[in-house]
């Protein structure tokens, strides 16, 4: 009796360990190649890394790893009345790429996504530029900062956006001082 009742719980054991290792296994998530993508003919689940949100203080982006191509999305919440300042986006070499303005007085919740990308004005003109851990943080407070990664692979079909670099041009409304009429060329 006692023999039998071993066994059946020793069968039960290895049912449970086996079910819980065949959901854990199903439920990871898995990365699909830009060639698996290709040989496919690009039916395959994904090529992108999951969420998996960086958080400093308000300040959260929604993943650490990305390919080349993909949009970084950059959420600032809970914003207090008193909160006022900039967060700045650097480069793997320390290039600030991006500086975004926050006034808690005006909006307690902001959010922006970019895709980082070649830019001459800015001097990043090989796609090994933008490839490396991101640092975002605080300006004025170096010591606390998120970090991400772009790593050097490509979104499919978006390869021929890291081959050329383009002219960055940044335009401030405040500085226009002829009318633009819809329809008529810009005039230096």
């Known amino acids: 009796m006692n023999r039998s009742v071993a ?3 020793g069968i039960g054991i290895v049912i ?6 065949y959901q854990v296994n199903e439920t990871i998530w898995k990365k699909t190649s830009v060639e698996e993508y290709y040989e496919k003919g690009g039916k395959v689940s994904s090529v992108i890394y999951p969420d998996n949100p960086q958080i400093l203080g308000p300040l959260q982006i929604n993943k650490d790893k990305y390919l080349l191509g993909e949009h970084v999305y950059v959420i600032l919440r809970n914003l207090q009345p008193g909160d006022k300042g900039m967060v700045e986006f650097l480069t793997p070499a320390g290039v600030e790429y991006m500086i975004w303005k926050f006034d808690g ?3 307690d919740f902001m959010k922006k996504y970019f895709k980082p990308q070649l830019l001459k004005g800015k001097n990043l003109c090989d796609r090994a530029d933008l490839v490396g851990e991101w640092r975002v943080g605080f300006k004025g407070f ?5 970090k991400f990664e772009i790593l050097d692979e490509a979104l499919p079909n978006q390869e021929w956006q890291f081959e050329d670099c383009n002219v960055a041009y940044e335009i401030d409304p405040t500085k226009i001082e002829t009318e633009i009429k819809i329809g008529e060329p810009l005039k230096p």
């Open 7 to 9: 066994i059946a719980v």
């Open 16 to 21: 449970i360990l086996s079910v819980i290792i």
């Open 105 to 107: 007085s005006k909006q």
């Open 142 to 146: 170096d010591e606390a900062q998120i």
